[in-house]
């Protein structure tokens, strides 16, 4: 049984917030974004616990949480204390991302409950559509993990360890991809790459097989909680590229569109990719 809520807790977002545009793509196996709130299995006291969330008309946050944990976590994973107002002073008129740092100005990443849940959206989402990236993700999870209600519980090391790789070629996940999955959840203890420098993490992640620079991107950016690293590689950042130079770069090429936003990258990529989709880049409506 999941803990009755207690009253509400009222946050206030450090910076420029947009909970609508956090939540875009908000709904998988362990959330989802409806009339406004987003409801999501985090770790808590107990165990999987639910977390609420939604925007009230001043702006600041009204979250329903039984207990302090789940509060931390959906805290966390909402990016609520983690200002980018500094990363909207600078590129309110970059020629690439001026538009979109204006319409979507408070738009921030939404992160995985777990650093073991961003393995898993970097492995799901290699070298596939995002569509059916997301698809794959949502058979796994609901594969392994506990039910809780209409929710599943977030991948754990444990969780998603337990499950052969052929098992998880059955589901879907190519065979490579999931025997690094089985290995990372058993050799590391990834919730605890959160207790150190990014730089570290992300350099430890890299030395692993079947890891490239687009996984690490991810997992620094939705797992880690870092804007540091961008997600280079990603099929829209290639087409951007393709879009302003008029060709397809050579590998590694795209960094070129990330690296002068600096220690941004990895927010900078989540702008460059929404204004890409929303037809918000000039330069790239052809590619979108």
Do not use: N
Not at 225 to 236: E, P, T
């Amino acid at each position: 049984m999941i803990a009755a809520m207690p009253g509400p807790v009222t946050l206030r977002p450090r910076g420029p917030y947009s909970l609508a545009e956090t939540c875009v793509f908000a709904t998988d196996a362990t959330r989802h974004f409806r009339d406004g709130v987003l409801t999501s299995l985090v770790p808590g006291a107990s165990g999987p616990e639910v977390a609420r969330a939604r925007q009230l008309p001043d702006g600041a946050l009204e979250i329903l949480a039984p207990s302090e944990a789940a509060l931390e976590r959906l805290r966390f994973v909402l990016a609520v204390d983690d200002d980018h107002s500094e990363f909207v002073r600078r590129f309110r008129g970059d020629p690439l991302l001026g538009r979109t740092v204006t319409h979507l100005r408070g738009k921030r990443p939404l992160r995985t409950p777990t650093v073991a849940g961003a393995l898993l959206r970097a492995l799901c989402g290699q070298l596939i559509e995002s569509k059916l990236a997301r698809q794959l993700e949502r058979t796994i999870v609901r594969a392994t993990s506990e039910r809780h209600g209409e929710l599943r519980a977030p991948p754990t090391s444990a969780s998603l360890g337990k499950l052969a790789p052929a098992k998880l070629r059955a589901l879907g996940l190519h065979a490579r991809r999931g025997a690094t999955l089985v290995r990372l959840c058993d050799a590391l203890d990834l919730e605890r790459l959160r207790d150190v420098p990014v730089e570290r993490a992300a350099e430890r992640l890299r030395r692993e097989r079947g890891l490239g620079r687009w996984s690490v991107g991810v997992i620094a950016l939705t797992g880690l909680g870092s804007y540091r690293f961008g997600v280079a590689g990603d099929l829209g950042l290639l087409k951007l590229f393709a879009a302003v130079h008029g060709r397809w770069p050579d590998e590694g090429e795209d960094e070129q569109l990330l690296a002068p936003y600096g220690e941004w990258q990895g927010l900078a990529s989540v702008y460059l990719l929404a204004g890409l989709s929303r037809g918000l880049i000039p330069l790239a409506r052809a590619a979108a």
